[in-house]
């Protein structure tokens, strides 16, 4: 996950990763709750776990950072589900527009985030906000998100969507281009242009999943969840 998957990466760029995972008979039996949680290494680099039952959800979410990952091409996959993954994969594009007033919303929720984001006083980003006044990478994020809300709702392959059009100047952007005056101005006009896609795209489409694709995460789910179970069993006996 993350800036890999975007061409946005560079030497010394973190490594975060999404990890899913399927639970074993005795976690349903007993109705334990789902995994869903972020490990942090001793580098500061970022696992997030969580079970299939819930992942497949946040596909229907359409969070763009969740659905990212049927794009990569930095993944392992246990080779007992590679035919499961291998589905998805050829349905990514239609998983990534299966309703597009989401993604969309969703595109919207993360450009905020990053906009207030860009002078919070984390903790972990005081030092950053001392040199800069800001965070830059918090507004590179901002601008990644408009570049990627204005070509997904133009139609844009998903794929393509996720490789912003300007790597270069968003690159810039992360290393500190701006000053405090200058990003807060720059900020302001990107997120008032996101606002303005996002609602005016919102307003004209409904609010609905395709039908198609709940079925298919449905049947893929389901299919792991009895191999694995199927295998546990066997195994155990």
Known sequence: QGSQNYGLDYEGSD????LIIVPTFEQIAFNKQPCSTTHIRNNDEH????????????????????LEILFTDFKYVNEEYTPYWDVLVE??????????????????GIALEKYHAMEHPYPSKLAILEQYGYDPKQLHHLLRVEDYIRRYIDGEAYED???????????EVKRGKYDLAAAREVGRNAIARVE??????????????????????DDVQYDI?????????????
């Open 196 to 217: 303005f896609m996002a609602d005016n795209f919102t307003e004209k489409v409904e609010n609905k999943g395709d039908p198609v694709v709940d079925r298919l995460l």
């Open 47 to 66: 696992i997030d776990f969580k079970d299939i039952r819930l992942y497949m959800q946040t596909f229907r979410k359409q969070n763009l950072n969740f």
């Open 161 to 171: 969507c996720l490789r912003p059009t300007n790597p270069e100047y968003l690159m």
């Open 225 to 237: 969840m009895k191999d694995a179970i199927r295998k546990e069993i066997v195994d155990n006996d």
């Open 15 to 18: 490594i975060d990763t999404k």
């Open 91 to 108: 349905n990514r594009e239609k998983i990534a527009r299966y309703n597009p007033y989401q993604a969309v919303k969703s595109m919207k």
